[in-house]
């Protein structure tokens, strides 16, 4: 079975610095993507970045990258030079290459991320 | 493209009624899915089609819950009768095509009451 794993109920940011959100994986599919979402208090799911488990390098989209490390099963997301508007719930999800739900995707618990002032 | 739209945005009912959700999603899109969010199980997939074919849905509670995909254009999700743990918010989500990134609606908030 596929399971994620975020460890970061809540995380705290002064403004203008860089934040690590931890994930961690555990699937036995040989193929796999992962991927990040931001649910601000409006609810709504914001797709934020994409990682291929055979990508060779980590994905990168502007102010967000991807510590993709595979050997640990770990796909930690980055974000640079945080801003107020970047205060949100984020979910790391997994989505595997089984045969049945092949495109289904599984869901961390989130983390609760604040960017002070 | 307006992205993946769905109504109503809030749902309140009470107890034993008939609830229907609709979504439309992104056209083009193959693939469209139903997650539900609860603060307990966080996000978890109810059903999945493709190409308006139900493909996955071992996520649905139980035989009050049914979802329907009749054209490209138009998904529904029905509980009937509902229950107050059905109470949650209802995502529908659409990909282009298998292994791409799936773009999710506004969700609908059900109170059941």
């Known amino acids: 079975a596929q399971k994620i794993t975020q460890t970061q109920p809540g995380m705290f940011v002064q403004e203008k610095e860089a934040v690590t959100l931890d994930c961690t994986y555990d699937t036995s599919d040989p193929s796999y993507g992962l991927f990040w979402y931001k649910q601000p208090s409006s609810g709504e799911m914001i797709f934020l970045i994409y990682?291929?488990?055979?990508?060779?390098q980590n994905a990168t989209e502007g102010r967000y990258s991807l510590n993709f490390q595979k050997a640990r099963k770990s796909a930690n997301l980055v974000i640079s030079a945080s801003q107020l508007g970047d205060s949100a719930m984020y979910f790391c999800?997994?989505?595997?290459?089984?045969?049945?739900?092949?495109?289904?995707?599984?869901f961390g618990q989130g983390t609760r991320l604040t960017i002070n002032p | 493209d307006a992205g993946v739209i769905q109504s109503p945005r809030h749902e309140v009912t009470e107890m034993g009624q008939e609830v229907t959700l609709r979504c439309k999603p992104i056209?083009?899109?193959?693939?469209l899915f139903w997650y539900r969010q609860t603060m307990m199980r966080g996000l978890e997939l109810l059903i999945y089609?493709?190409?308006?074919?139900?493909?996955?849905d071992s996520g649905m509670p139980e035989d009050r819950f049914s979802a329907k995909m009749p054209n490209a254009s138009f998904s529904t999700l029905k509980i009937q009768p509902s229950e107050p743990r059905d109470s949650a918010v209802y995502f529908c989500a659409t990909q282009l095509a298998a292994n791409t990134e799936a773009f999710f609606g506004q969700g609908t908030r059900l109170t059941v009451v």
């Open positions: 056209s083009g899109h193959d693939y």
């Open positions: 999800a997994m989505r595997g290459a089984l045969i049945q739900g092949a495109q289904k995707l599984v």
């Open positions: 990682q291929g488990s055979y990508d060779q």
């Open positions: 089609f493709n190409n308006n074919v139900p493909i996955d």
